[in-house]
């Protein structure tokens, strides 16, 4: 099992989340959160002053998967989720030792 850990644009979210759907994807964690990559932040106007955003607001996406499903989850987010700009964010895949359902005690691969 792989978990994918996805950071995009927020108006992206809802084209990721149809295009996992329509692969098969039966769940995923949604997080909003701040930071910043090579885009460094931005600068905004307020009231004619114009001040440093230092942290861009962007979803965290976090999808777990059998081995086998990967790389379709992968191509998949890349191609919903890309805008061919700076700042569209990026993609971590890490080893999952284990999964529990909570309700049934059900785990392993049997629990995702």
Known sequence: MKKVEAIIRHFKL???KNALTEQGIAGMTITEVRGFGRQKGHTEMYRGTEYQVDFVPKIKIEVVVLDAKLQTVLDTIMRAA??????????????????????????????I
């Open 14 to 16: 809802e084209d990721v």
């Open 82 to 111: 890309q805008t061919g700009q700076v700042g569209d964010g990026k993609m971590f895949v890490t080893d999952l030792a284990e999964a529990v359902r909570i309700r049934t005690g059900e785990s392993g691969e049997n629990a």
